[in-house]
């Protein structure tokens, strides 16, 4: 029953970091200011109360539409807020509480911030991507080891990127990928960093084929899919540790 309540507890929390993960994932990309003006519709610039802007219950007793102007509200604002919520429980489950977890959780909820931001732009801000990866190098004790593993992966990342791009006559992938290849690196390793691009290609599959046929578009927001991956790796990282060792055995 106690630890169901502090679930509950970090659960609210991540809620209400990911209330916060909205704005900046709205603003960023605009140039906004994060703080200031305070929070308002972007259809009617009505200033919204308090009880406007509570976490996912808000949305539900406005029926997702403005207090005032009944313009609807997106349903990508609770959706965030929630996945943020189950982030910050899932963290906990496998790390505890302590400061290692709570950098392992903001760098995954930066990871959520830039995917959703790179859907709607198919790029990504520095500021944010490099905040992440900074974020990165300190989610163990074994900072410098972070730090080498990063620097290898967006090595990596970077040769691929110009022989593909030189290849195929088209720019393979953005410098944020490679930016965000270095948090993955600090974060899992090499091995289970090779692992997770692995998974997020194989899952990019099928997004990229749909794009191709029905929008005739080449371009694929990647990090959504890079994000997955590391969670995924991260989270099952004993099962994946184990699947490398019987493949390389």
């Known amino acids: 029953m106690e630890n169901l309540i502090i679930e509950l507890v970090i659960f609210i929390i991540g809620i209400c970091i990911g209330s916060f993960l909205n ?11 994060i703080a200031f003006p305070p929070s308002h519709c972007p259809k ?43 982030l910050a429980v899932l963290v906990y489950k496998k790390m505890g509480i302590d400061i290692y ?9 930066l990871f959520l911030t830039l995917s ?6 198919k ?32 090595g990596g990342m970077s040769l691929i990127r110009y022989y593909v791009s030189f290849f195929i006559k088209r720019e393979a992938m953005g410098e944020g ?8 690196g600090a974060l899992l390793g090499i091995k289970l ?6 998974i997020a290609s194989f899952i990019a599959i099928f997004p990229s084929i749909y794009n191709r046929i029905s929008k005739k578009e080449f371009e694929l927001p990647f990090i959504p899919f890079l994000a997955i991956a590391t969670f995924i790796v991260w989270y099952f990282n004993d099962y994946f540790l184990n699947l490398w060792s019987k493949l390389y055995e």
């Open 193 to 198: 960093s090779l692992m997770s691009l692995f």
């Open 116 to 121: 959703m931001i790179d859907f709607d732009y």
């Open 44 to 86: 009617c610039n009505a200033k919204l109360k308090p009880w406007h802007n509570i976490p996912i219950i808000s949305y539900i007793l406005l029926k997702g539409k403005c207090a005032y102007c009944r313009e609807k509200i997106s349903i990508r604002y609770p959706i965030v807020e929630i996945l943020t919520g189950i």
């Open 23 to 33: 704005v900046l994932i709205y603003r960023i990309p605009k140039g906004e200011n």
């Open 177 to 184: 990928d490679i930016i965000f290849a270095g948090s993955m």
């Open 101 to 109: 977890s709570t950098i392992t959780f903001f760098i995954f909820a």
């Open 123 to 154: 790029a990504v801000p520095d500021s944010l991507n490099l905040l992440a990866l900074t974020l990165s190098f300190f989610n163990s004790p074994n900072i410098l080891d972070n730090f080498t593993n990063a620097l290898i992966l967006m």
